[in-house]
């Protein structure tokens, strides 16, 4: 892929997405064992399965500064099926990822990495220096995407998410853009 052109089988996010993107969050999530409950300080609801409800999405995708892209699987089916989606925000210097998440039919053919070279992308056109993001210390799979593209571990939070009884801590990962 170009990275100076916008992927075309990448559409931007809107609230009128919601509800597909909340049952897409819903079955990555669940399906794939890293389902979290949790609400982070911010006041933005972080990866918690419950938490990334429709309405969730459509209060976060109204905050100022928040973007997203959903990814179209146009080889699926003529409906272009939406296989993937990703949240960020960018505030000043910083951008920070909210959420990812990739059907997980379609997982481990480069979606999540178009996703967030997308947004990757995007922050610096409004002049991102940095791009941080949270993720659970044992989800391994996005770990290893995040390395992929260049992230590194820059701090960890303490029982940070929720997982039915038990609290999991979250590495702190970041990026020069
Ligand atoms: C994490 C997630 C978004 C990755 O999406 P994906 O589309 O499967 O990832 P990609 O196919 O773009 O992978 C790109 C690279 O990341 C790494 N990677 C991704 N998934 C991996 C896995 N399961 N094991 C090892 N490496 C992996 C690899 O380096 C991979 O390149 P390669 O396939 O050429 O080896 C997806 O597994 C997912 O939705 N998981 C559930 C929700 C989640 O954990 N979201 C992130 C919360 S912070």
Known sequence: MNKTQPDPQLIAAAPAHALVLGELHARAFIEGGVNLDHENDKGITAQGNE?????????????????????????????QAPVGFVLARTAASESEILTLAVDPKAQRTGWGQR???????????????????????????????????????????????????????????????
């Open 51 to 79: 938490s990334w409800n429709a309405a969730s999405i459509v209060a976060t995708l109204s905050q100022p500064g928040v973007f997203g892209f959903i990814a179209l699987d146009t080889a699926l089916d003529t409906q």
């Open 115 to 177: 996703l967030m070279e997308a947004c990757m992308a995007k922050a610096r056109t409004v002049e991102a220096e940095k791009m941080f993001l949270e993720v659970a210390a044992d989800n391994d799979c996005a770990i290893a995407l995040y390395r992929h593209l260049g992230f590194q571990e820059v701090g960890v939070r303490k029982q940070y998410y929720r997982r039915q009884r038990t609290l999991m801590d979250a590495l702190v990962m970041a990026l020069d853009l």
